[in-house]
């Protein structure tokens, strides 16, 4: 077990020696590459050069925290106009329930004022109905005073009448309810 043990970790270290000159190789390579192509400047250029390569950073950055200003003001520019939208629809709603609210009004003082010609007229209907019933009245005393027994038939024959009369009266009276 040892053996398989040492043997496993020979390997992992021949393999990591292998990826080592691997690299080593590869970086003499880029060293090679880089000399043959790199461009050698003075340090002005190479500070222009920087400092151009900075501001490029620096408005690529802001570009992109334009985008999201953008979008932003984007978004509360919709959701003012749904608020305007919304209030426009309150105040036509509000309007709407003033007007129903006057408009029921009205149709309140009117009936009212319907009402009040109603009792006026019932007033005057009972005034007139009390005034014919004590007509009656009176016309009954005098035909008992003036008539006698003989006249009884006749007596009772008018007081039929005007007792008719009287009960049309009073049911044109109830039939204005």
């Given amino acids: 077990m040892e053996e398989k043990g040492k043997a496993s970790s020979e390997e992992r270290w021949k393999g990591a020696i292998s990826n080592l000159t691997e690299m080593a190789s ?30 490029a950073r620096t408005i690529k950055v802001l570009e992109q925290r334009v985008e999201t200003l953008e979008k932003e003001l984007d978004a509360a520019i919709s959701a003012a106009a749904r608020a305007r939208a919304e209030k426009r629809q309150a105040e036509a709603a509000q309007k709407a329930t003033e007007l129903h609210a ?64 009287l009960f049309y009266f009073i049911t044109f009276y109830y039939s204005l309810f």
Avoid: C, P, W
Avoid at 110 to 126: D, P, S, W
């Fill in 26 to 55: 590869n970086v003499d390579s880029l060293q090679k590459l880089l000399l043959k192509k790199a461009v050698f400047v003075d340090e002005e250029t190479f500070l222009k050069a920087s400092l151009s390569s900075e501001q």
């Fill in 102 to 165: 006057h408009e029921i009004t009205r149709e309140l003082e009117n009936t009212t004022k319907v009402f009040e010609l109603h009792m006026e007229e019932l007033r005057a209907k009972q005034e007139e109905i009390s005034k014919r019933d004590n007509d009656i009245k009176l016309l009954e005393a005098i035909i008992q005073t003036l008539g006698g027994k003989e006249s009884q038939n006749e007596i009772s024959l008018i007081l039929i009448l005007l007792y008719r009369l």
